[in-house]
């Protein structure tokens, strides 16, 4: 895809998650890596209300390019591009079903969320829980960049979900999928609940590598 191409699905992708109350306000952010450089959402944009010819331009390296002011965040989405070279987008959100179940203190923080469906283990997989930061506390780009060689997924505690893909659309339905897989989770809690098998996990794998 065009450079032009890219920035008009940014602004599709993020008016449709707005639209649907995956985030809400200012919050939220969207990249997508071509070559050496990255375009990012603006710092204070609402991904309701995209302007794609005031996206940001960042280097790799974190030098900006052109476009608007890029999001404050977006040092999160270069430590994670860091760890995952094969990668070429990546949503983060401060989705509600999530943000919860990042707040939950008896979760496992090697892993937040149970196999509860087939997409959820195909889509997202392995759900590490960073410690709580800051907004913009540059600690935390070590921590995603540790966790995101294993994970493409990564959840931050108190503030929500970060995930990349292959491409846009790769990160967007993976990001969707951990929405719907946190809501169900947090409806069944108390609940006597059968969960994907380590067998029929394994097997997922197999089909679909």
Not at 91 to 100: D, E, G, I, P, Y
Not at 199 to 209: A, I, S, W
Request: hydrophobic residues 40%.
């Amino acid at each position: 895809m065009s450079e032009r191409d890219l920035r008009n699905q940014m602004c599709e992708y993020g008016a449709s998650l707005f639209e649907r109350g995956l985030t809400a306000g200012s919050s939220g952010n969207i990249s997508v890596r071509i070559g050496n450089e990255i375009l990012i959402t603006p710092t204070n944009s609402s991904l309701g209300r995209l302007d794609s010819g005031r996206i940001s331009k960042v280097r790799l390296d974190g030098e900006w390019i052109s476009g608007d002011k890029p999001s404050k965040e977006a040092f999160l989405h270069l430590a994670m591009y860091g760890a995952r070279a094969s990668d070429t987008a990546i949503v983060h959100l401060h989705s509600t079903w999530s943000v919860a179940v990042s707040c939950l203190a008896d979760i496992d923080p090697a892993n937040c969320l149970p196999p509860i469906t087939a997409y959820f283990v195909m889509r997202v997989g392995r759900l590490p829980r960073v410690p709580y930061f800051p907004p913009g506390d540059r600690q935390l780009a070590k921590e995603i960049e540790h966790r995101a060689i294993e994970s493409k997924a990564i959840l931050l505690a108190n503030h929500g979900p970060i995930v990349s893909g292959k491409s846009l659309d790769d990160a967007v339905n993976a990001i969707e999928e951990l929405e719907e897989t946190a809501k169900l989770f947090l409806i069944l809690r108390g609940m006597p609940t059968q969960y994907l098998t380590p067998d029929q996990c394994t097997e997922l794998g197999k089909r679909f590598p």
